[in-house]
């Protein structure tokens, strides 16, 4: 076992002390992979087990990161009895087909976002894991963060009043620039909307409760992209989706707001301010589990902090991967896990309704339903894990 570093591990909230780890394969060994395994690696109710990637390079790179992972095939993976989660990290076309194979051996699966990229093929992934009567849990997970939990609080406790609008976007040039295989990020499944948009919608559910209907319009700026990060610079890419999308969004609650996702702007930029009768909430970007959380009351000329476990200092905040803890955790208590699968699908629900909204040029009402996931304890002291570089 690795030596713990100068900084506590991140333990998540509500901790079961006695209760043995949970197994966990990974199936996809690109960029996200590595940042899951250092985060995972310090929590002790999940045990990182195996690996499989298309490419056994990557894997094995994956793997020496990770104190006793192994490297194998997928099937071998899921034929393993210690792995009771797949942690499916593999491209947003792959995540159904992966997942099924998965649920189909009665493995839990925690997908990387988005769930799928369509609503019929979500609804394959919750049907057969409602049939195999195994769970099933996705990405975004950053709602789970203590700034998004202060957030919910405030909500709850009225200090803006009654919600009334939100005010959401996520903006930025696309990703050519900066990552080394941009071009599924252009392809079905790909496109802002379904990369950047399930951070904010997921955040806005988690918070507001469930959307029911939305109007939207988009547009594809250019037809082609060019590559300028290595090691693909100067390839070109044919755009198969919607680059620039905006949207009003309708919630059960009687909210209304807007969301514009983008990869056609110049300037990168991630806001979301939800408005009420007595007051503004500031929300950090839901990208990231970092940032404050700033309250403008009525009549106030400035911004106040709220002084909650994200702006207390008191312990470091929770990373990537919190949602398969929290899924791991609600294993081995019996107990409901927050980034579920109706959570998940409901947002694919969204994100197709946009779709079609833009296409056809109408309202489309988005029929799926769900409950917000249940706010998180305070935290308890950290305790060490699988420790990863």
């Known amino acids: 076992m690795s030596q713990l570093p100068e900084q506590l591990p991140e333990q998540f909230p509500e901790h079961i002390p006695d209760a043995a780890p949970v197994g966990v394969g990974v199936v996809g060994a690109g960029m996200i992979s590595r940042s899951y395994a250092r985060h995972l690696g310090r929590h002790p109710?999940?045990?990182?087990?195996?690996c499989a990637d298309i490419d056994p390079e990557r894997a094995a790179a994956l793997a020496a990161l990770v104190p006793g992972m192994r490297v194998g095939e997928v099937d071998a993976l899921l034929a393993d009895p210690e792995v009771e989660i797949l942690l499916n990290l593999t491209r947003p076309r792959d995540h159904v087909a992966v997942g099924l194979r998965a649920l189909a051996t009665g493995c839990h699966v925690y997908s990387e976002k988005p769930l799928a990229v369509d609503r019929a093929e979500a609804r394959r992934l919750v049907t057969a894991a409602?049939?195999?009567?195994?769970?099933?849990?996705?990405a975004p997970d950053?709602?789970?963060?203590?700034?998004?939990?202060?957030?919910?609080?405030?909500?709850?406790?009225?200090?803006?009043?009654?919600?009334?609008?939100?005010?959401?976007?996520?903006?930025?040039?696309?990703?050519?620039?900066?990552?080394?295989?941009p071009a599924f990020f252009y392809h079905r499944g790909?496109?802002?909307?379904?990369?950047?948009?399930p951070y904010h919608l997921t955040a806005l559910v988690a918070v507001l409760g469930a959307v029911?209907?939305?109007?939207?319009?988009a547009t594809r700026t250019w037809p082609h992209r060019t590559v300028t990060s290595e090691p693909r610079a100067g390839q070109v890419i044919d755009v198969e989706v919607?680059?620039?999308?905006?949207?009003?969004?309708?919630?059960?609650?009687?909210?209304?707001?807007?969301?514009?996702?983008s990869f056609d702007v110049a300037t990168e930029r991630?806001?979301?301010?939800?408005?009420?009768?007595?007051?503004t909430l500031r929300c950090p970007d839901p990208s990231g589990y970092d940032g404050p959380v700033l309250l403008r009351a009525r009549g106030a000329t400035e911004w106040t902090e709220l002084a909650g476990p994200s702006s207390t200092g008191s312990r470091p905040p929770v990373r990537r991967g919190?949602?398969?803890?929290?899924?791991a955790r609600a294993l081995r208590a019996g107990t409901d896990h927050r980034a579920n699968g109706d959570l998940a699908f409901h947002v694919v629900d969204v994100m197709q309704s946009i779709l079609e909204s833009a296409r056809d040029g109408r309202r489309v009402p988005v029929v799926s339903d769900c409950r917000r996931p249940e706010p998180l304890a305070d935290p308890e002291p950290a305790s060490a894990g699988q420790v990863c570089p």
């Open 130 to 138: 409602n049939a195999s009567r195994v769970r099933l849990a996705s």
């Open 142 to 181: 950053t709602f789970l963060s203590p700034a998004f939990q202060e957030c919910r609080r405030a909500i709850d406790a009225g200090l803006i009043g009654r919600p009334v609008s939100v005010t959401a976007e996520t903006l930025c040039a696309g990703p050519e620039w900066w990552h080394p295989d």
């Open 45 to 50: 109710e999940v045990r990182l087990l195996a």
């Open 212 to 217: 029911t209907g939305v109007c939207a319009s």
């Open 190 to 197: 790909g496109g802002p909307l379904f990369d950047m948009g």
């Open 242 to 261: 919607l680059t620039h999308l905006c949207a009003v969004l309708e919630f059960a609650g009687g909210v209304i707001g807007t969301l514009t996702t």
């Open 322 to 327: 919190a949602g398969v803890v929290d899924l």
């Open 270 to 279: 991630s806001r979301l301010e939800i408005h009420g009768s007595e007051g």
